[in-house]
């Protein structure tokens, strides 16, 4: 059996252009990490720890299945609800 | 620049000159008959002391320096010290390198040994791999935080 390909995307990038066009600097400020983080977490170059996408989520108070949307084997498994569109 | 960039760069910096400095102190105490010397094991002994000890406040004082020119020619007035859990799991990635790098030397100059060098020429090889693995943790450090490499 192959190995399992996880593709995890996001829509940080919106969500902040919809939160008065939050800067990346003011994001990482308000969840504790480094603008090159988001900077990163934002290009899905780095999957966050579950604790830190949590946190995303309450800064954009929306649910964690918005900011993030999961892909197993290229089946998303995850959708954003109305309130992520 | 961030936190973990500015402590890279301040150990590169401090790496490069307390080994080059050491090595030359080696260099001439070979070239003066060192190895001929009875106490030359004495003398090596409190060599990698200083050696150690001087690392430590070199670095202190570098990443001061370093901390004081970023904030100059950036001119952010209240540097960030944010250390996060990608910057952690990046650092680690850098260290395991550096351990890897500092084991097979270590093999290295054991193999030395068991062949033919002198103990004390072996131990200068063990200690060019801890500079070796400190030099490279800092360059990976710098190349991982950069270009994201994760």
Known sequence: MGKTKITINNIIRRLRFDADEMTQKELAERI??????????????YGPSLELAFLIAQVFDVPLEDVFQVSIDGTPITTPTETGN | MTYQERQAVGNLIAGIIIFAAYFYWVWRAIDGGLLGNENAATTIGRGILVLILGGVL???????????????????????FVVDERDRMLELRAVRV????????????????????????????????????????????LIFYRWSVV
């Open chain 1, 32 to 45: 504790g990490v480094t603008r090159q983080t988001v900077v990163a977490i934002e290009k899905a170059k």
């Open chain 2, 98 to 141: 550096s351990y890897t790098i500092i084991g097979m030397g270590f093999v290295a100059s054991m193999v030395a040994l068991a062949l033919w060098l002198v103990p004390l020429v072996v131990l200068q090889f063990i200690v060019l791999s801890f500079a070796v693995g400190t030099i490279f943790e800092s360059i990976l450090m």
């Open chain 2, 58 to 80: 070199l670095n202190i004082g570098i990443q001061i320096l370093t901390s004081i020119a970023v904030s100059i020619i950036t001119r952010e007035p209240k540097p960030s």
